[in-house]
């Protein structure tokens, strides 16, 4: 039986350096990395955007989607999200443990060159257009409606 990629994969996007993208110039504490985790019918997706124009999504059954930056669509959608992350500055907390979200709750982590920072949101609040965090869940759910589509024109 293989073993899930999961933990794996998921483990080694809270590892990743601006240096290890080649983004040696990026200032302290600007953002090169915005993860985004939820649960659809219990099962963890881990949304992963890198400054380097990577974007992949993870299923915590170990169904992978890898490779959506060399779309442009997809890739456009990651750095605007990285762009607006900063709206959640307010919010955002040193995160050490990088403990996966709750039921009914959105995760957003943040890498810059001083580590990680997260924030939780109920997910009922995201869907109201103008509070915190809503426009970044708006672009991760277009991510995932684009990776949705390459998949589709696939078959």
């Known amino acids: 039986m293989e073993e899930n990629p999961y933990p794996s994969f998921r483990a080694r996007i809270f590892e990743v350096t601006a240096e290890n993208l080649g983004l040696d110039t990026i200032v302290e504490n600007e953002p090169f990395a915005f993860f985004t985790e939820f649960r659809i019918e219990g099962i963890i997706i881990t949304i992963v955007v890198f400054l380097d124009g990577s974007v992949s999504i993870y299923f ?8 959506g930056g060399e ?7 990651g750095i605007e999200l990285l762009k607006t992350c900063h709206e959640l500055e307010g919010v955002l907390q040193d995160d050490k443990k990088l403990d996966h979200p709750k039921k009914d709750q959105v995760k957003f982590f943040i890498r810059t060159k001083q580590g990680t920072k997260s924030c939780v949101i109920k997910e009922k609040h995201l869907n109201k257009e103008n509070n915190l965090g809503a426009y970044q869940y708006m672009l991760v759910n277009m991510i995932i409606t684009e ?4 998949d589709q024109n696939k078959d």
């Open 71 to 77: 779309h442009q669509q997809i890739r456009d959608i």
């Open 60 to 67: 915590e059954t170990g169904m992978m989607m890898i490779g």
């Open 147 to 150: 990776f949705r589509k390459i």
